[in-house]
């Protein structure tokens, strides 16, 4: 008898940490935050994104070539590739990657610009990180300039805004 109670609770216990991975991994919804903040004192453009960890995880696995090991080097190629600020000359401006860091739940994401660079001009900004793997994905991208903070809402088919600077 206690070699069948011994058994159950083993197996209790395992199938009640595979339910915790699982909700730790879930969730309902898919939401993604962009920072665009003017720093007066290091003249630049802040960049900062926050995703989740398990989201971050899956487009990476899915958009990786073969050949990329370099975890860093891969967050960067998929940050290039879905988050990119245009000029109405058509010319693409390439953030400086700053760094990435991570805690259980999300990754935050660093870069900037030179603000020399969009200072005074009109940009186009396209934020599609996470799009091409979740219909749902909602990014906020939140512009603060002078205190003041405007907040735009892109989503799958409508993922850029214009920007005046």
Do not use: C
């Not at 915790?20 to 879930?26: C, I, L, V």
Request: hydrophobic share 40%.
């Amino acid at each position: 008898m206690r070699a069948a109670t011994a058994h159950f609770f083993k197996f209790a216990v395992l199938a009640m940490i595979m339910s915790m991975a699982t909700q730790a991994h879930a969730h309902r919804y898919h939401f993604g935050l962009t920072e665009l903040s003017l720093n007066p004192r290091t003249q630049t453009l802040e960049i900062s994104h926050r995703f989740f960890v398990a989201d971050i995880e899956r487009a990476l696995q899915l958009s990786a070539s073969k050949e990329m090991k370099d975890a860093k080097a891969q967050a960067e190629s998929y940050v290039n590739e879905h988050f990119q600020i245009q000029l109405a000359d058509g010319s693409l401006l390439k953030p400086t990657w700053v760094g990435m860091e991570s805690d259980v739940h999300d990754v935050w994401i660093y870069q900037e610009i030179p603000l020399a660079e969009v200072e005074g001009k009109q940009f186009q900004v396209r934020q599609s990180m996470l799009m091409e793997i979740e219909r749902d994905q909602v990014n906020t991208l939140n512009l603060t300039r002078d205190g003041k903070t405007e907040s735009f809402t892109l989503k799958p088919g409508a993922s850029q805004v214009s920007i005046q600077l």
